[in-house]
């Protein structure tokens, strides 16, 4: 943009004409801009840069198809060629559609502490909570599940399942777990070095709750083994016996397995041989009669 120039050679007492004449300018898009330096178009244009930034910060693995999707959800309007000039101007790229010179691959730093140092287990209800997402294929496409499960007793306290791997499904995983505990401040929930996790939507989450996150190192399975082996259960049980057609029909595969088998059939001999659901019971009936 060349009219600010022009706006203060006049203010130095340079003529407008010879300003213009000297740098092949019109004057009357000169004067139309000196009327309205910013245009309806521009703040608008701003506006929707800063709407494709937010959702760019908030989960960095994003094209800009779908920062483009998250941007209109937020009602923002304009084409996806709009769009995509603004992100590849800005180089909002997804952290794996572009290859990065130096240090490429590396996930950002830790927004958490490892508070958890592999020591999966807790003596009461609601003092560790453990964290991760896993991606099962379907006739339809992926269907991503987010699961939180209490170190305690097993159990699967929250979860949430998604079309999209974004930081909304582990923020909803969350929420869903503290509604069905009925709240759970002080609680510790560890989960990997994820996007979604360290994400700030899902930090403002665990701010809201007055919960404490943990993080486990980059590219270490067994910082969050518990996870880990819940998913290596779930995909024996339900996605090995046979391939689902459609989404919705592993979604309920999924949910029947956790809340009828998982939660209320399989004994375990870390609980005593006792269900997720049966080792709750036993262990805050106590509580309730001494209340």
């Keep these: 943009m060349i009219y600010?120039?022009?706006?203060?050679?006049?203010?130095?007492?340079?003529?407008?004409?010879?300003?213009?004449?000297?740098?092949?300018?019109?004057?009357?898009?000169?004067?139309?801009?000196?009327?309205?330096p910013v245009t309806a178009t521009e703040v608008k244009q701003a506006y929707l840069a800063n709407a494709l930034f937010d959702a760019h910060r908030d989960d960095p693995e994003f094209g800009y198809r779908?920062?483009?999707?998250?941007?209109?959800?937020?009602?923002?309007?304009?084409?996806?060629?709009?769009?995509?000039?603004?992100?590849?101007?800005n180089r909002w790229w997804s952290t794996f559609g572009k290859r990065r010179r130096g240090k490429a691959g590396q996930p950002g730093p830790p927004v958490h502490d490892d508070l958890v140092q592999r020591?999966?287990?807790?003596?009461?209800?609601?003092?560790?909570w453990l964290t991760d997402i896993t991606e099962h294929a379907t006739g339809e496409g992926k269907?991503?599940?987010?699961?939180?499960?209490?170190?305690?007793?097993?159990?699967?306290?929250?979860?949430?399942?998604?079309?999209?791997?974004t930081s909304r499904i582990a923020v909803t995983a969350l929420n869903n777990a503290v509604a069905?505990?009925?709240?759970?401040?002080?609680?510790?929930?560890?989960?990997?070095?994820?996007?979604?996790?360290?994400?700030?939507?899902?930090?403002?989450?665990?701010?809201?709750?007055?919960m404490v996150g943990s993080m486990g190192k980059v590219g270490s399975a067994g910082d969050n083994a518990a996870?880990?082996?819940?998913?290596?259960?779930?995909?024996?049980?339900?996605?090995?016996?046979?391939?689902?057609?459609?989404?919705?029909?592993?979604?309920i595969a999924i949910v029947t397995w956790i809340?009828?088998?998982?939660?209320?059939?399989?004994?375990?001999?870390?609980?005593?041989?006792?269900?997720?659901v049966e080792y709750e019971a036993m262990i805050t009936r106590p509580a309730a009669q001494a209340a």
């Design 4 to 36: 600010p120039l022009v706006r203060d050679l006049a203010a130095d007492g340079i003529p407008v004409v010879v300003t213009c004449r000297v740098l092949g300018l019109a004057r009357q898009p000169y004067y139309r801009w000196l009327a309205a």
């Design 66 to 89: 779908f920062l483009a999707d998250e941007a209109r959800t937020a009602g923002h309007r304009g084409c996806d060629r709009t769009m995509r000039r603004i992100c590849s101007s």
């Design 119 to 128: 020591r999966f287990t807790a003596d009461k209800l609601n003092d560790l």
């Design 143 to 165: 269907l991503y599940v987010c699961a939180i499960k209490d170190a305690a007793s097993n159990r699967i306290v929250g979860y949430s399942i998604s079309e999209r791997m």
């Design 180 to 210: 069905r505990r009925g709240g759970a401040a002080g609680c510790i929930v560890h989960s990997d070095r994820g996007s979604q996790f360290r994400s700030r939507k899902f930090g403002h989450a665990l701010n809201r709750h007055a």
């Design 227 to 251: 996870m880990e082996s819940f998913f290596a259960l779930l995909q024996k049980n339900v996605l090995n016996r046979r391939r689902c057609a459609t989404r919705l029909e592993l979604r």
């Design 259 to 276: 809340e009828k088998t998982y939660h209320r059939r399989r004994r375990q001999l870390t609980l005593g041989r006792l269900t997720p």
